[in-house]
């Protein structure tokens, strides 16, 4: 949760006026609990997911995740009730199957460095023609996993996704 990409992420949320919540999954930091390939940091995302919908109960919910964290999100986000819209960032489709996106009709953003080392080039190609209408990728030219010198590049665009999201459209 103390990612730059993470971080950036949460703060382009605020400046589009939206409440941000940042966690660790289980056995990261000071978190308690395991490694658990995925399938224990699912009921992290849902975790977190109820909180945030019994602390707003009228307010549309999105989800952002970032690498692992991103194929372990948008699997939950794009399936439950609260989430209006998805954001996942740094792909990691070299070691990940994402094709639980084909599914997914809600608005959806996700960004990617063109020189990516944990995103394929072809792979990217694939998800991008197989993606819904309500998704789209943006590639970012030069930068790696982690955006380092394109870090406000990101945090607008994402800002800018959120910015453009009908919320009224999307109430509980």
Known sequence: MD??????????AMEAG?????????????????????????EDVHTAIDWLGTRYPLL????????????????????????????GLGLPLNFYDFDFLM???RPALFIVGTKDEYCATE????????LPPSSRIRRIEGADHFFKEQLDQVQHLI??????LNFEEMTV
Do not use: C, M
């Not at 990612?3 to 382009?12: E, G, L, S």
């Open 3 to 12: 990612n730059r990409v993470v971080y950036r992420t949460a703060k382009a």
């Open 103 to 105: 599914e997914n009709d």
């Open 60 to 87: 549309p919910l999105t989800l952002a995740g970032f690498s692992f964290g991103s194929w372990v999100g948008l699997q939950v986000a794009w399936r439950h009730d609260r989430i209006r819209a998805l954001l």
């Open 159 to 164: 800002t800018e996704f959120f910015l453009q």
């Open 123 to 130: 792979r990217l190609d694939l998800l991008e023609r197989r």
């Open 18 to 42: 939206l409440a941000a919540l940042r966690f660790n999954f289980r056995g990261v930091g000071e978190s308690t609990g395991v490694f658990d390939e995925g399938a224990g940091e699912q």
